[in-house]
């Protein structure tokens, strides 16, 4: 079982002949707190696996469906992902034995298509028929409601929303209860809840806060790497004591995992995202250690004082933004593996940290700032 | 939901949330001792390795069958508020309770709240006494007690003399009120139970010395609270601002995050404890309500309590020339602490409602006349033309 619930977990320190994403058995950590060679589910009510599913991923080759996908078929289930094929349907992850990745490419199927074009969305799975599918790339209800109509027999709808719903408050942190923002610009996830919950599907709607790990594409971690690699200074707005939140996608894919066939999570709504949350100048301080640089200089910085175009300036929100992960541990169980400094380490070690990332460097907004333009060697 | 072996392993795995990282679960140490009442149907709780050192008898308690609660309570501050709303949730739900205010029942410190109003307390059956903590069993006439939470000491010297007597009189629970002021400050907030504590500070001793004299201990960390009764100015300190029409000076950004609980949130976190003492039994819980506020946020709510609108003005002590302590009543920094431990060991919830509890505040506030006194607001006013002088900064 233990083998056949393989945790995605890396050995962080250790370089490991074993492949980074392998079973949780055979990975070792140096770090005395976190136990990943400990399996899955050892802690937690563990029911039944849920039998074999015929799953649809919409999207799954970017981000988090990268780890989704190979965790659902590791449990047995068949996954099929729906994308225009523009990615690659599969790539080997960094520390991804061969053994594994062929495993998990041999098994994985493709729909491709454009899920614009609602009318082939409905046509395509009506003629294929799912069991479950996860909408990892959704943003609006539009793009649901064909999904719906095809599928009228589907057991659960699991959404990747977003804690960004959530209405700005001075109370915190948000809870899942909380008044959202209809103006938000993550509206089109929360029409999409409604959309879910009026249609009478069995749906779960999962709410991240940041996202971080292996091959982000937003540049959360990455910006600070960049910096710190650079050598330079990190020009953190206001007084760099805002406190933001970051989850590790393995541990998100995780959650994703953990609500199928859960019938305690019909027709609920998850914050999933770390134990911890982390001030902006801590997160500088923690992306430090993860990557072995040095403390880094922070310089704070009024950001009324500058006019940076369309250019961002800093990759979070000015503002407190976190939320409290306690209902999906109370009801399911489900608690993040990662802490902050473990999590950073994980994402440097198999992606920056080897020479990978996805934006260039810009340090534009940070020359503004800092007032003068280093020569770069 | 099965709980995962024992709710040792459960408090394991609690202890491992909370703190963020992973640490290893032991399995259920066995209650060896003949000394120690295992209640029925009771789950078995983390002890610590030391056996007792005295033939102690311990009253054997059914778990659900009443107690009978000595408090032994500050007679000033921030905390004396503490014992006044425990005291009414355990009368509420059919326990015996006894308070002992420290000193003297005459002095000029017991004319305010809460203690000038404990003919609410003995109405509804609880003794109030006086006397010295280091010497409970003479204030207390020798009567003996299930459970004693010593709400007054900061440090060993005033609490070891409470938690000796209770050892030789053979309490069966004894909690503290300590401080989350004690958790080392961090980056990575908010503080939970398991997290690093100032090993120097004087509550850390307290806390040290019962969990080696108790098998069934609990150590409280509050932070500020509201309440009617309290004994401390908390919103007032924005509320005499507010109905006089001044600016509210708050220091830094005013994103600093706090926590401002409801009195009567302690209160029902203590009286679990009480009720589900295994549960409680080693552990230590942040006292607090489950949401933090922004300084900023604080003096909003409490302006919309009072029907208005706040004006609110930023600014550096240093470069103000005040000393942040004594200009403003609450911490110039993140201090914030969340109740884990309480909601997942005890299954206490919060009721603390900060928007709604300042309109009683409020109310409470208004009728008293304070806010038609005289007030003087020297450093205020050093404040204001401090920063009338320099352009605002954006220090924390």
């Given at each position: 079982m233990a083998a056949a619930m393989a945790s995605l977990k890396s050995s962080l320190l250790l370089p490991s002949p074993l492949s980074d994403f392998s079973g949780a058995a055979v990975s070792i950590s140096t770090q005395p707190r976190r136990k990943s060679w400990q399996p899955r589910g050892a802690r937690m009510q563990v029911s039944a696996a849920a039998d074999a599913k015929n799953i649809l991923v919409m999207g799954g080759t970017r981000f988090?469906?990268?780890?989704?996908?190979?965790?659902?078929?590791?449990?047995?289930?068949?996954?099929?992902?729906?994308?225009?094929?523009?990615?690659?349907i599969t790539q080997q992850l960094p520390g991804e034995s061969d053994a594994e990745y062929a495993e998990f490419s041999s098994k994985v199927l493709h729909l491709k298509g454009d899920r614009q074009d609602f009318d082939f969305v409905k046509t395509s799975l009506s003629a294929k028929g799912f069991d479950v599918v996860y909408d990892i790339n959704g943003r609006e209800a539009t793009q649901v409601s064909p999904i719906l109509d095809a599928l009228p027999n589907l057991e659960q709808f699991i959404y990747c929303s977003s804690a960004g719903v959530y209405l700005k408050s001075?109370?915190?942190?948000?809870?899942?209860?909380?008044?959202?923002?209809?103006?938000?610009?993550?509206?089109?996830?929360?029409?999409?809840?409604?959309?879910?919950?009026?249609?009478?599907?069995?749906w779960t709607s999962i709410r991240p806060v940041y996202i971080y790990g292996p091959l982000n594409y937003n540049p959360v971690e990455e910006w600070f790497f960049h910096r710190l690699k650079a050598g330079r200074p990190i020009p953190i707005p206001g007084a760099g004591n805002q406190i933001t939140q970051l989850g590790h996608?393995?541990?998100?894919?995780?959650?994703?995992?953990?609500?199928?066939?859960?019938?305690?999570a019909s027709k609920q709504v998850y914050?999933?995202?770390?134990?911890?949350?982390?001030?902006?100048?801590?997160?500088?301080?923690?992306?430090?250690?993860?990557?072995?640089?040095?403390?880094?200089?922070?310089?704070?910085?009024?950001?009324?004082?500058?006019?940076?175009?369309?250019?961002?300036?800093?990759?979070?929100r000015d503002q407190h933004f976190f939320a409290s992960v306690e209902k999906a541990s109370k009801d399911l169980g489900i608690t993040p593996e990662f802490d902050l400094v473990d999590g950073l380490t994980d994402s440097y070690n198999l992606d920056f940290g080897r020479g990978t990332f996805r934006k260039e460097a810009d340090f534009t907004t940070d020359d503004m700032i800092l007032g003068k333009k280093l020569v770069t060697v | 939901?099965?709980?995962?072996?024992?709710?040792?392993?459960?408090?394991?795995?609690?202890?491992?949330?909370?703190?963020?990282?992973?640490?290893?679960?032991?399995?259920?140490?066995?209650?060896?001792?003949?000394?120690?009442?295992?209640?029925?149907?009771?789950?078995?709780?983390?002890?610590?390795?030391?056996?007792?050192?005295?033939?102690?008898?311990?009253?054997?308690?059914?778990?659900?069958?009443?107690?009978?609660?000595?408090?032994?309570?500050?007679?000033?501050?921030?905390?004396a508020v503490i014992g006044f709303y425990f005291a009414k949730a355990l009368l509420a739900a059919g326990h015996s309770v006894t308070v002992l205010t420290v000193g003297e029942e005459g002095s000029d410190k017991m004319k305010k709240p809460p203690f000038s109003r404990f003919s609410e307390l003995t109405s509804a059956g609880a003794s109030t006494v006086w006397g010295d903590p280091a010497d409970v069993g003479a204030a207390v006439g020798g009567a003996s007690f299930d459970v004693v939470l010593d709400n007054n000491g900061k440090?060993?010297?005033?609490?070891?003399?409470?938690?000796?007597?209770?050892?030789?009189?053979?309490?069966?629970?004894?909690?503290?009120?300590?401080?989350?002021?004690?958790?080392?400050?961090?980056?990575?907030?908010?503080?939970?139970?398991?997290?690093?504590?100032?090993?120097?500070?004087?509550?850390?001793?307290?806390?040290?010395?019962?969990?080696?004299?108790?098998g069934s201990w609990a150590s409280f960390r509050p932070q500020y609270m509201i309440g009617s009764g309290n004994n401390k100015d908390c919103e007032e300190w924005f509320f005499d601002r507010i109905v006089r029409k001044r600016p509210v000076p708050i220091p830094g950004s005013g994103m600093q995050l706090t926590n401002i609980s409801h009195a009567r949130d302690l209160g029902s976190m203590l009286t679990l404890a009480v009720e589900n003492p295994d549960a409680a039994a080693g552990k230590i819980f942040n006292c607090v309500s489950d949401r933090a506020v922004t300084l900023d946020g604080l003096a909003k709510m409490c302006a919309a309590a009072a029907g208005t609108t706040a004006e609110i003005v930023h600014y550096d002590p240093a470069a103000a020339g005040v000393d942040a302590k004594k200009a403003f009543p609450f911490r110039n920094m993140h201090f914030y602490a969340e109740p884990r431990a309480a909601k997942e060991v005890l299954g206490w919830?919060?009721?603390?409602?900060?928007?709604?509890?300042?309109?009683?505040?409020?109310?409470?506030?208004?009728?008293?006349?304070?806010?038609?006194?005289?007030?003087?607001?020297?450093?205020?006013?050093?404040?204001?033309?401090?920063?009338?002088?320099?352009?605002?900064?954006?220090?924390?």
């Open positions: 988090i469906g990268l780890f989704l996908s190979r965790q659902l078929i590791k449990e047995g289930h068949q996954v099929t992902l729906f994308t225009r094929g523009k990615a690659p001075d109370l915190l942190p948000h809870f899942e209860t909380d008044a959202v923002d209809p103006k938000s610009r993550h509206k089109g996830k929360l029409e999409t809840e409604s959309l879910l919950e009026t249609s009478g599907v069995n996608v393995k541990d998100l894919a995780e959650a994703f995992t953990r609500v199928l066939g859960n019938p305690k914050n999933i995202s770390g134990a911890k949350y982390v001030t902006f100048d801590g997160l500088a301080k923690a992306c430090a250690k993860a990557g072995g640089f040095p403390e880094p200089e922070i310089v704070h910085y009024n950001p009324k004082d500058f006019d940076f175009g369309k250019k961002k300036a800093f990759p979070f | 939901m099965a709980m995962a072996a024992t709710a040792t392993a459960a408090a394991g795995a609690v202890a491992a949330f909370t703190s963020g990282r992973r640490i290893s679960t032991s399995p259920p140490s066995s209650l060896s001792s003949p000394f120690l009442p295992r209640a029925a149907g009771a789950i078995v709780a983390r002890r610590r390795a030391t056996a007792p050192t005295a033939a102690v008898l311990v009253r054997a308690q059914a778990a659900g069958a009443k107690k009978s609660v000595l408090i032994v309570n500050t007679n000033s501050g921030g905390h440090d060993l010297d005033a609490v070891k003399p409470v938690a000796d007597w209770a050892k030789s009189a053979g309490v069966g629970q004894f909690l503290f009120i300590s401080s989350a002021g004690i958790y080392t400050l961090t980056d990575q907030p908010p503080h939970v139970e398991g997290d690093a504590v100032k090993e120097s500070a004087g509550h850390v001793g307290v806390e040290k010395y019962i969990a080696a004299e108790f919830t919060s009721s603390t409602n900060l928007p709604e509890d300042l309109k009683e505040r409020f109310a409470e506030y208004a009728s008293s006349g304070r806010g038609e006194k005289a007030m003087t607001f020297d450093l205020d006013d050093k404040i204001l033309s401090a920063v009338g002088a320099a352009p605002v900064s954006v220090a924390a």
